[in-house]
Each structure stands twice: as C-alpha cells, then as structure tokens.
C-alpha cells in the first residue's frame, strides 16, 4: 500500500470522478473515498459501481478504501473506527464536493457548499491534530467574487463587495472565507478557483450534464428563444482534463501551501462564437434571437421577459461574464509541467456539444 494516502470528498460528481481515475493509472497511491449510503447500496458497492465504467471496480477493498459519511453532516458522519484509520494513514485530503447547481435554493447551497466544508474543515483539522496530514485542498470557484459586476478577480485575494448571480456563488463565498479563516490559524491549506467546467478538451466527454448545460438545453430544445446578451460578451469554461492535470501539478508542490490558483480560460469564447458553432455545425437547432440586455430590461412583451428571466437570471452573470481572472500563481505554479492553459474556442465548442449531442442530452 503507498504510505501517502488521500482522502477525497465528491468522488461521485464529475470532477473527483475524474482524479481518481488518473489517481489510479497515473499513481500507486491509496485512496479514500467518502461515499454516502443509497437506498440498499452499500458504500463499498457504490464505490465499485462508480469504478466500474472505468473497468477499476476491482481495486475497491484494496487500492480503493470506500467510507461511510455524509458531507452535511457532523464530523462528515465518520464513524470511530473510520476517523481513527484516517488518522493513521491520510497525508492529504481533497475536499471536492459541492451543489454545483446555478439554480440551486438557499438552503441546499448553504447546507453543502457551507455546511460541508465546515465539516470538512472540522476533519481536516482532527487529522492535522492527530493524524499524518500534511495538506487540505479546497475546491472553490472562479465566481467567488460574483458574476454580476466588473471586477478584476486576484488569486489571493476576496472581493471586498461581492455581486452574487445566485445561491451557488454566494454560498461558495462563504465557504471560501471559512477555508482562508482556518489557514490563517495554520491549516496548510491550497486553494483552486475553477471557473465552469465542461468536457474534455480532445473529445467533449464528461460524466454529467451540470452548470451551463442546463442553459445550453433551454435553447437548443426550442424552451427559450430570446438571449438577452451581446455577441462579444464572453462566458469562462475549461475543460475537465486541463482542471485536473492542473490539480495535480500544482498539488504535488510544497511551494502551493497558503496559495490559491484560478484554473481558468484566459481567451474565454464569446457568445457570438456560440451561436455560430450552434447555426453552422447543428443547423437543426431552433435559432436563438440576440437582444441587447438594456433593450430586454426595458421591454414592454413582460410575459416574454418574464419567462426568459424565471429560467436564465441564475446564468446571466456567466453570460455577460464581467470577471477577469489573474492568473499569475497558476502560471507560475505550471511552468514546467506540462499543463498548458486551454483553448476555448470554436472547436472546442463544436466538440462539447457535440458529445452532448451523441449521448442524446441535446437535440440536433
């Protein structure tokens, strides 16, 4: 068994599905997963179904050690004798999960986003205190600062009067300012800031469907047909591959400790590029209708500005993203590594929504 053992929280969205696999094929280390019970599912069987596409399942009791707990609750819902061997054998501790929902309530938001990095950091603090942890990971958000206003976002820095778009970054804010709160007190802690994530860079693939696909399935499925943007307004994506070969490389350096790093687009694509993708290479799609934002507010059709507002405003920050992202720390963190910030552009694009299209989540 490798003697550096990590903890990971999340393992069962698409991000920390992702790491394990390349935890897995790229490293002999062991890892721990937190995995809630469901239904009649055990959490060693959940843990072997969640591997199983990835032809892993027979690493579970062995490589894979699956735990039992639940990020909103106490202690992450550790029992004793779990807690102890996480005492005893973990060096690092991947705090991934989150409601990654943009439409997501108040309540759900502030129960996992907040509620489970306090617990988080709870454990993380327990295993410093009594265990062999050397580093916490926090996965945060690009959006900290919120979408709805320009900023120029810094790495190491909050926003001193954050504009929030919805519950997911507000509730993303919170936890974040928890995270900095326990490093000043000596957590070494290392922040990453992702801005949206979606498929892989080469073929568009991801395991789910979340954040900005839900937009992407309003229009494409003829729900909604006015987009109260403009045509060079950008939104900030980056592929899952790059988030996580990122991850690696900035964690496996000592010198990451008490920093944070924005992994995201520094050429991010526009709107317009989207509709041309979507009209030149999906030309079955329904059309989508750009109207100015200023235009669109001042509407007098407030059934049709209504309804596109009730399904759109938790995106619209992303939509006429006004953020900026430094960079310096990510940069400096990956030179050398071989993980090169993305190209978002149009063939990424085609590539995304294609998949999306292959895998019947959109219509074309």
Known sequence: MSDRPL???????????????????????????LIRRKGRLSTQDRARKLLAPLGLDALVGSRVRAVEGDVTLPGLGLDPADRDRLRREVVEFFHIA?????????????????????EALRVARDLLEHGRLERH?????????????????????MAPEPAHAN????SKYAAERLVRSAMDDGLPVTIFRPSIVVGDSATGEVTEFNVIY????????GILNVLPARADETFNIVPIDFVTRAVRAI???????????????????????????????FPKMPPVNLVDPEEFDRGTHSFVVNKVRRFIEPYLGYLRCQLTFDTTNARAALEGSGVTFPETDYEFLKRILQYAVDRKYLIA
């Open 251 to 281: 964690a496996s350096r000592p010198d990451s400790v008490g920093k944070t790093f924005h992994l995201t687009s520094e050429r991010p694509p526009s709107i317009g590029t989207l509709l041309r993708v979507k009209d030149v290479e």
């Open 7 to 33: 903890f990971i929280t999340g393992a069962t969205g698409a991000l920390g599905r992702r790491l394990i696999h390349e935890w897995l094929d790229g490293t002999d280390r062991t890892l721990y997963l």
């Open 137 to 157: 990971f926090h996965f945060s958000t690009a959006y900290v600062p919120g979408s709805l206003r320009p900023y120029k976002s810094f790495e190491d820095e």
């Open 167 to 170: 519950h997911y970054e507000a």
């Open 98 to 118: 989150a409601l990654t929902e943009l439409n997501g309530s108040k309540d759900q938001c502030d129960r996992i986003n907040i509620g489970g990095t306090t």
């Open 214 to 221: 839900p937009f992407f399935k309003l229009y494409v499925h």
